[in-house]
C-alpha cells in the first residue's frame, strides 16, 4: 500500500519568510499526490494536486509543489509567509484510497 | 463544484448511546466514499472504504461491528458509531470519489466533532 512520510512535525518560520514543507511517498506507480490544509476544528482543504504532466504544480493561496520522482518527494513550498498560514498541513498520496502524512503544524513568527 | 456535506458537524452523546453520520455528494455521484478519523493534533486515519450497494471494507483494527457503515445510494453514506464510549471521541471526516472519472481525486466533507461523556 502506498505511504506518506512529513519528516517534520512543527514548523516555525517569520511572518514573510520563504516556507517549504516536506513531503516524500511511497508507492509503486505513478503517484496522485496532494497537500491539504487544515485549521484548527476545520475540514480540510485542497491547496494543489498532481496527478500528471508538469512537475511544479501551482496552488491556491500563492502555494506550489514541486514533484520529483527520482527523490519520491513532493515538497510544498511558499515564497513569502503570511500570518494567515499557521496551520497544520498535510500532504496525501492516492493509489485505491488516499493515505495522509502525520502533518506539519506551521506557527508564523510576527 | 464536487461538494461533500456531512451532518451533524457536532453532536455530543451519552455513553452506551448510538450515534449516526450523514455523508452526502451533493452535486456528484459517489461511487465510493471514505469515513476517515481524526485524534486532536494527528493525522487523518482510514477507518473504512465503501461501494454504493456493497458491504465497506474495514482497515485493520477498525471494529466493523461498532462502526457501522452504509452506502445504499449513489449520495449517501452513513456511519453509525454504535455503544459509543468516551474513546470514541473524535473528528470524524467522509470523502467521495466518482470511479467513472479518470483520476482518483476524493472530495472532503467538513467534518463532524464526535464528544461521548
Known amino acids: 500500500a502506498q505511504s506518506v512520510t512529513q519528516p517534520d512535525i512543527h514548523i516555525t518560520v517569520s511572518e514573510g519568510a520563504s516556507l517549504e514543507l516536506r513531503c516524500n511517498y511511497s508507492y509503486g506507480a505513478t503517484p496522485y499526490l496532494f497537500w491539504y490544509v487544515q485549521s484548527p476544528g476545520q475540514g480540510l482543504q485542497l491547496l494543489l494536486k498532481?496527478?500528471?504532466?508538469?512537475?511544479l504544480v501551482q496552488g491556491i493561496k500563492g502555494f506550489e509543489a514541486e514533484f520529483k520522482r527520482s527523490q519520491s518527494s513532493f515538497n510544498l513550498r511558499k515564497p513569502s509567509v503570511h500570518w494567515s498560514d499557521a496551520a497544520e498541513y498535510f500532504c496525501a498520496v492516492v493509489g485505491n484510497d488516499m493515505r495522509f502524512g502525520a502533518g506539519t503544524r506551521l506557527t508564523v513568527k510576527p | 463544484g464536487a461538494v461533500v456535506s456531512q451532518h451533524p458537524s457536532r453532536v455530543i452523546c451519552k455513553s452506551g448511546t448510538s450515534v449516526k453520520i450523514e455523508c452526502r455528494s451533493l452535486?456528484?455521484?459517489?461511487?465510493?466514499m471514505f469515513w476517515y478519523r481524526q485524534f486532536p493534533k494527528q493525522s487523518l486515519m482510514l477507518m473504512a472504504t465503501s461501494n454504493e450497494g456493497s458491504k465497506a471494507t474495514y482497515e485493520q483494527g477498525v471494529e466493523k461491528d461498532k462502526f457501522l457503515i452504509n452506502h445504499a445510494s449513489l449520495t449517501l453514506s452513513t456511519l453509525t458509531v454504535t455503544s459509543a464510549h468516551p474513546e470514541d471521541s473524535s473528528f470524524y471526516i467522509c470523502?467521495?470519489?466518482?470511479?467513472?472519472?479518470?483520476?482518483?481525486?476524493?472530495?472532503f466533507g467538513p467534518g463532524t466533532r464526535l464528544t461521548v461523556l
Open positions: 498532481y496527478f500528471s504532466g508538469d512537475t
Open positions: 470523502s467521495a470519489r466518482d470511479d467513472s472519472v479518470g483520476y482518483n481525486e476524493q472530495f
Open positions: 452535486d456528484f455521484q459517489a461511487t465510493t
